[in-house]
Nanobody, 115 residues
């Protein structure tokens, strides 16, 4: 029910902007997240934006990534700057509701940082 897009191949130091939107309405969303999963690694939380506007980031992306969007409209973006090869992963968006925090996921979009 979530559609993620915007991934691709970028050189180190480059930027990408990921987008995520719901194809229908998801009610009572309290936050939206971006996760990523690199090959052979566990899925990790990258950035969060709450319905109240509070944002949080993984230490590894602080100062480089920015999450934005309208949580009420189930839309979230991830601006990624100063990308490095360690950012290579499949990125997933997630909509959190009070009763089903892990029910709603995007299909994943591949980000590859390579020269």
């Amino acid at each position: 029910q979530l559609q993620a897009s915007g991934g691709g191949l970028v050189q180190p130091g480059g930027s990408l902007r990921l987008s995520c939107a719901a194809s229908g309405s998801i009610f009572s969303v309290v936050a939206m997240n971006w996760y990523r999963q690199a090959p052979g690694k566990q899925r990790e939380l990258v950035a969060t934006k709450s319905s109240g506007g509070i944002t949080n980031y993984a230490d590894s992306v602080k100062g480089r990534f920015t999450i934005s969007g309208d949580i009420v409209k189930n839309t979230v973006y991830l601006q990624m700057n100063s990308l490095n090869p360690e950012d290579t992963a499949v990125y997933y968006c997630n909509a959190v509701t009070a009763t089903a925090p892990y029910k709603y996921w995007g299909q994943g979009t591949q980000v590859t940082v390579s020269s």
